[in-house]
């Protein structure tokens, strides 16, 4: 579902990541983690195709984001890090604005808009300006408005900042149920429990680099800790 084929990014003679191969199935939770700086929002932004890479090739869906990036993009809902919106809109108005964008049917909109609303805690906020929300409720309305379109892949960064421990718990099911329907979610994150958690997989980029993959037991033994060593101590392992 998710393609990559040396994947290089440089900034002038800086390369950011270098020459990365990955491939990730239908209905695969990948969690992406690395240091600060390791090139983990570098690659999101070029999966997502909001970055170009310097050489390289992304396929997602078997669509190539070279050749035909708008046909790619399309099958992909994007959260970013940070929920940059239009603070003049309420919920319900920038949902429009997205669902437009990808050529939602307005009727379809009108069933999805509500429900999604009513998922994510929101539905009684949806006429209120958006400069009215708190940032964890910013988060959730970019989560609401990735799923519009029903994307075949959701691309995530830090998916947790600034939710409460309820909403953590809801959209870490949200992720479990979209991997159950096939849905392909790539997640960038520091939070090595959440990535424990719920992973199928686990990918280890440091300086530019994808150092290892595979589930945590694959992880535990590149690492050579005991079995019961978590993510963490295999993470500060791999990157020292």
Known sequence: MIELKELTKKYVDFPAVNNLNLSI???EIFGFIGPNGAGKTTTIKMIGGILEPTSGSIMIA???????????????????????LYEKLTGMEFLKFVADLYGVDNDIFSKKAGQHLK????????????ESYSHGMKQ???????LLHDPEVIIVDEPMVGLDPVA???????????????ITVFMSTHTLKIAEDICDRIGIIHKGHLIAT???????R??????????EQVFLNLTK
Request: charged share 25%.
């Open 25 to 27: 199935q239908k209905g």
């Open 140 to 146: 959730r309305l970019i989560m609401a408005a990735a």
């Open 214 to 220: 595979g589930t945590t037991e694959d992880l535990q």
């Open 222 to 231: 590149e690492a050579q800790v005991t079995t019961d060593a978590d993510l």
């Open 62 to 84: 078997g669509i190539s984001m070279k050749d035909q990036p708008e046909k790619a993009k399309s099958k992909i809902g994007f959260i970013p890090d940070r929920p940059y």
């Open 119 to 130: 998922m994510f805690s929101l539905l009684d906020w949806a006429g209120e300006l958006i």
């Open 168 to 182: 953590i718990m809801m959209v870490k099911d949200l992720f479990r149920n979209l991997a159950k329907q096939g």
